[in-house]
């Protein structure tokens, strides 16, 4: 199975600043990379998939980069709502995968 | 509106059994892979299974093969997910998601059912 770490597992910044999650994986995932935003309570919802391609209704002070073993999850500008806690995920071979999680914290 | 809504969900103990139901709407059921993704505080989440339109394809994850089994019914927009031989570790929040907009990701979720094994 593909293993994928992110890091860092917690993170603490405040409104306005910009942060950048990471999530390596263990193997070549090529492009195939998803990164989600889960409130507490609540489904995870897609923020980026096929690595930078914004989802339809996300603000564009998010996004992605990256490809094969490394990628990146960007927010620009953090607003009240972001802190929250996001996870990437790898659909280039099942079983699909999840990272263990980014808690984004307010300082 | 695009929805998907699970139950089934409960108490149940160890060695148990309990059947998943996830309701669809607003899309083209038949047209579509479905999965099970699980989410517990132990495990983090963890995709489960997926079945592909007409039911012939099904795959797992390798820890839950011969105890959990994906299943569909287009005639009713139903997945289900018939789950056998439960143990502790399987207590988690269940979700069906499908890629509607992209097969790369899931962009549409339910909103979870909560299954407690426990004696």
């Known amino acids: 199975d593909i293993q994928l770490t992110q890091s860092p597992s917690f993170l603490s910044a405040s409104v306005g600043d910009r942060v950048t999650i990471t999530c390596r994986a263990s193997?070549?995932?090529?492009?195939?990379l998803a990164w989600y935003q889960q409130t507490p309570g609540k489904a995870p919802n897609l923020l980026i998939y096929?690595?930078?391609t914004l989802q339809s209704g996300v603000p564009s002070r998010f996004s992605g980069s990256g490809s094969g073993t490394e990628f990146t999850l960007t927010i620009n500008s953090l607003q009240p709502e972001d802190f929250t806690t996001y996870y990437c995920?790898?659909?280039?071979?099942?079983?699909?995968?999840f990272g263990q999680g980014t808690k984004l914290e307010i300082k | 509106e695009v929805q998907l809504v699970e139950s089934g969900g409960g108490v149940v103990q160890p060695g148990g059994s309990l059947r998943l139901s996830c309701a669809a709407s607003?899309?083209?059921?038949?047209?579509?892979?479905m999965s099970w993704i699980r989410q517990s505080p132990e495990r983090g989440l963890e995709w489960v299974a997926n079945?592909?339109?007409?039911?012939?394809?099904?795959k797992y994850v390798d820890s839950l093969k011969g105890r959990f089994t994906i299943s569909r019914d287009n005639a009713k927009n139903s997945l289900y997910l018939q789950m056998n031989s439960l143990r502790a570790e399987d207590t988690a929040v269940y979700y069906c998601?499908?890629?509607?907009?992209?097969?790369?990701?899931?962009?549409?979720w339910g909103q979870g059912t909560m299954v407690t094994v426990s004696s």
């Open positions: 998601a499908i890629g509607l907009t992209t097969t790369f990701a899931f962009d549409i």
């Open positions: 607003g899309f083209t059921f038949s047209s579509y892979w």
């Open positions: 079945i592909n339109q007409d039911g012939s394809a099904k």
């Open positions: 193997q070549g995932i090529s492009s195939y």
């Open positions: 096929v690595a930078s």
């Open positions: 995920q790898q659909l280039s071979s099942d079983p699909y995968t």
